[in-house]
């Protein structure tokens, strides 16, 4: 992922575009801040934010054209937000001083305005504030232009004095009733202003230019041509624009000041001698588009409210009520439902921008475990109207940072062992059915659900062979979705590869899967075999014969590897009717699902996220629970929540008895696959398999079980390392209490058993684990940065 | 950073024999690695065959959150 990929994928996210009142206003006010002040009640606040970006906030506030208003969303549902009535609110009631005292820097460059009104006073305002010195001339006897042909009632001359005030202050100079053009009857030769000023701005309002005869390239109107971005002329030093160059039946008082303050800002680069980047980043000056997405979801219509004295404008308390109609307009759709956006407190770009930086190696890899912890769900993309995906943008990452060798080894290692052990001959196989030499259909059961209900494959198998007469062939193994998590792209490509060789070699048998997930892998990456999810196969076929004897009413949770496969969704809404179940939906469910922990390795990675994400889910109904996923039917249950597997409900006993299974473990799992081939091989293709050489008994306690399976640590692990220590006497002992401890190392991690010789066997007195390598020198790790650890090398 | 004090890294070590060797554990010099980083350190160990001991404090302790650091680097 280089950052222009990374961009694009961001940038999907709508959450930082402005809400429309600010979109629609060229200066931006921020109303949507304005309107959470005003609903406080804290008009001063209010006001400070209205004249952070309001030049002259008093006369803005009474008679500004606010275009904001038609923007508003509230549009939908009662009527756009009277923003101006209350901008002109927090004017009436802020509290605090009208000019603040600004420190001023100090420029000996000097500017001329042309036309006291609005625009050009704006850009007298503007660039005093930088130190310019400004002179403003006009041919009336004060400020205001246009402004002062409003009638007092609407813009008291008070407002418009205490608004100007502020020029005063900053040294503007103002040369009244003069008139300034290159023809005889000017009182300022607009030549001499060229040569005495740095730069010229003209606010000359609705008047024909040609007349003053300024030297300027004029357009086929006869107007000044002045640059809509820039608002430059022909004549680098002098900039035009407010009314001037606006229709007269459409005058806009903002988009003058709007004028105003882009002159500003083009003027002052002039003079800093930056004229060369004047039409840089300038795309954020005027209105603009917004793609801000705003639900509108449980949003009940609400009319404007009214005023007492209209007059008088809005009292507090009114002011106050009609800003509680303000939408508050931001996208938050995902983070409202992702747990991972939520624990890590952050919104979707920065999230994202966290991953790149740690993906980029800028400042180390201190967010390797967020990096690592969504669950690739895809909720947030399916929520969001742009397709925002937390998922790509991880998936790119961690892809990354294996290509560079720089992913933690710990964050996915024993997901990757899980793969390799279920693509091993323990449990990998793929066989026509017995006296066939080809397959019709060919069962794939995936990994998971042969590890957690190896009964039910054996079941589904039976049933499938009765059911299809040409055939049903059978391969076990792992669709390797865990390396596709993991970002092992090498691994996965592998993985992908010889799943295709064995269904090649078993004659490109229709695939039917057992496993939501599998669905995902072969449909994206393995197009050219044609595969089915077994529950929408089996709802084709139709059901085993044994009716259910009992009848739920169940919360059907759907797997959210297939969020996007409505056929699959309506399948197993059809099979649970055919069952005489009652379905519980959930708010979540079908594309909005969520992900039950074990997604994007969320489980291994981040444990303790992977149970507030199960956690949440399984309180969201006091129902039991049904689910289409082994590893969804396992973590709910291991969490302690009654759920069933579908195949549950489908394949009961003789007597139609349903029943839910206990939970299953990691050891447990892979026990359940080497079983399951061993049993297959035995009872359907009648071979003679060896049993395994026994391996050490060891008893453990529920408690330390429930411990190893937090860390990651199988049976099998310890069975390796009590059998070394017994086979080489490599082993400690404690002269307190009698215990062994010893330790292996199969592959990357060092396992440590304390254990004593019990009657049944080795009793497991504690099991624990860790990376670091002992004896490290020995093992083949360079010592890159000798002594480096700051914490163990404190000891030395 | 967390330091790591000494009674974690030597844990209970003092009642620890080698089973193999019949002789109780000494304090000695151990290198450990990991992720392309070394680091010296004192560890009970048996001088005679070399068999060092991890106390289980010190793998569930310190030992993660130094991997961790290291990963993370």
Same mark, same amino acid.
């Given at each position: 992922m280089d950052t222009q990929q990374f961009h694009e994928m961001e940038a999907k996210c709508t959450r930082e575009n402005l809400p429309r009142c600010?979109?629609?206003?060229?200066?931006?006010?921020?109303a949507r801040g304005i309107m959470a002040a005003v609903r406080k009640g804290d008009f001063s606040k209010g006001y400070a934010l209205f004249a952070r970006t309001a030049p002259f906030p008093g006369i803005i506030s009474r008679v500004c054209d606010h275009p904001c208003q038609e923007a508003c969303k509230r549009v939908e549902a009662g009527g756009g937000l009277a923003i101006n009535a209350l901008e002109r609110a927090c004017r009436d009631f802020n509290a605090k001083p009208l000019i603040k005292n600004n420190l001023i820097p100090n420029k000996d460059k000097k500017v001329a305005v042309v036309g006291a009104g609005i625009s050009g006073l704006t850009v007298a305002l503007n660039l005093s504030y930088k130190g310019y010195k400004l002179t403003v001339f006009d041919a009336s006897r004060e400020f205001g232009g246009r402004l002062l042909k409003i009638p007092e009632a609407t813009l008291p001359r008070q407002i418009i004095a205490d608004d100007f005030e502020i020029l005063t202050k900053l040294g503007v100079?103002?040369?009244f009733g003069v008139t300034v053009g290159n023809t005889d009857g000017a009182d300022v030769l607009f030549n001499d202003l060229l040569a005495e000023f740095d730069a010229v701005y003209l606010g000359l309002g609705q008047i024909k230019a040609a007349d003053f005869a300024l030297g300027l390239e004029l357009d086929s109107d006869g107007c000044i041509r002045i640059d809509p971005v820039t608002l430059g002329t022909s004549n680098p030093k002098v900039f035009a624009g407010g009314s001037y160059r606006q229709d007269s039946s459409e005058l806009s008082l903002i988009n003058a000041v709007s004028d105003g303050k882009s002159a500003a800002v083009s003027i002052d680069r002039v003079l800093q001698g930056a004229g060369a980047t004047l039409h840089t980043n300038r795309t954020n000056e005027g209105p603009q588009p917004t793609r801000l997405f705003t639900s509108m979801e449980g949003i009940e219509p609400l009319p404007v409210v009214s005023m007492v004295d209209p007059g008088e404008g809005y009292t507090r308390e009114e002011a106050t009520e009609e800003a509680e109609r303000c939408l508050d307009c931001q996208c938050a759709e995902c983070m409202k439902l992702c747990e991972y956006m939520q624990h890590y407190k952050a919104p979707p770009r920065t999230l994202a921008m966290w991953i790149f930086k740690n993906m980029s190696g800028v400042g180390g890899h201190k967010f390797?475990?967020?990096?690592? /912890?969504?669950?690739?769900?895809?909720?947030?993309? /399916?929520?969001?109207?742009?397709?925002? /995906?937390?998922?790509?943008?991880? =998936?790119? #990452?961690r892809e990354t940072l294996v290509s560079i060798g720089k992913m933690p080894p710990s964050a996915f290692d024993f997901a990757l062992q899980d793969l390799k052990y279920s693509n091993s001959d323990a449990f990998a196989m793929a066989k026509h059915e017995p006296g066939f030499s080809k397959s019709e259909i060919m069962f794939y059961p995936g990994c998971q659900l042969s590890g957690s209900a190896p009964g039910q494959v054996i079941s589904v198998y039976s049933f499938l062979r009765k059911k299809i007469k040409d055939g049903v062939g059978l391969m076990l193994g792992c669709c390797g979705a865990q390396a596709d998590w993991a970002g092992e792209k090498e691994t996965f490509a592998e993985t992908i590869q010889s799943i295709k #060789?064995?269904?090649? +070699?078993?004659?490109?048998?229709?695939v039917i899967l057992g496993c939501p997930t599998c669905v995902m892998i072969f449909k994206n990456n393995m197009p050219d075999i044609s595969a089915e999810f077994l529950c929408s196969f089996i709802d084709r076929i139709g059901l085993p014969e044994i009716p259910p004897a009992e009848s739920y009413t169940l919360a059907l949770h759907d797997s959210c590897t297939t969020r996007y496969e409505r056929e699959i969704q309506d399948s197993v809404r059809n099979i649970l009717r055919q069952l005489g179940h009652n379905i519980e939906e959930f708010k979540t469910s079908r594309e909005l699902t969520e992900c039950c922990g074990f997604g994007g390795l969320m489980q291994i990675s981040n444990k303790d996220l992977a149970?507030? &994400? &199960?956690?949440? +889910?399984?309180?969201? /109904?006091?129902?039991?629970?049904v689910t289409y996923c082994a590893m969804c039917r396992d973590n709910f249950t291991n +969490?302690?929540?009654?759920?069933?597997?579908?195949?549950?409900?489908?394949?009961?006993?003789?007597?139609?008895?349903?029943?839910? +299974?206990?939970? &299953?473990?990691?050891?447990? =799992?892979?026990e359940n696959r080497a079983r399951l081939k061993t049993t297959l091989l035995r009872e359907i293709w009648g071979e003679a398999v060896q049993d395994r050489q026994a391996p050490v008994k060891l008893v453990i306690s529920d408690k330390l079980s429930s411990l190893m399976e937090d860390s990651l640590i199988m049976v099998s692990d310890l069975q390796q390392v009590v059998d070394y220590a017994e086979r080489t006497g490599n082993k400690l002992q404690n002269t307190v209490n009698g215990h062994f401890l010893a330790s292996y190392k199969p592959a990357f991690v060092t396992y440590w058993v304390e254990y004593s010789a019990g009657e049944d066997g080795f009793v497991v007195h504690d099991a624990y684990s860790h990376r670091i390598v002992i004896n490290a020198t020995d093992h083949g790790i360079t010592p890159e940065q000798p002594g480096q650890c700051p914490v163990f090398s404190s000891l030395t | 950073m967390p330091r790591v004090d000494q009674e974690e890294m030597l844990g209970n070590g003092k009642d620890i024999i080698c089973a193999k060797c019949d002789i109780p554990l000494k304090v000695g010099h151990v290198t450990l690695g990991y992720v392309g980083t070394t680091f010296p350190v004192d560890l009970f160990k048996c001088l005679e065959c070399g068999l060092v001991y991890i106390p289980s404090g010190l793998a569930r302790g310190s030992m993660v959150e130094v991997e961790r650091a290291l990963e993370d680097k």
């Open positions: 600010a979109a629609a206003c060229p200066i931006h006010v921020d100079q103002a040369k390797n475990q967020l990096m690592n /912890s969504c669950s690739m769900c895809r909720l947030c993309e /399916s929520v969001c109207q742009d397709d925002f /995906s937390m998922a790509d943008i991880s =998936r790119e #990452a #060789a064995e269904w090649e +070699r078993m004659g490109k048998p229709k149970h507030r &994400v &199960v956690d949440r +889910r399984i309180n969201e /109904s006091d129902k039991d629970y +969490r302690g929540k009654k759920t069933y597997h579908l195949l549950d409900l489908i394949f009961t006993d003789e007597t139609g008895k349903i029943a839910a +299974r206990p939970p &299953v473990g990691y050891s447990q =799992r892979h | -």
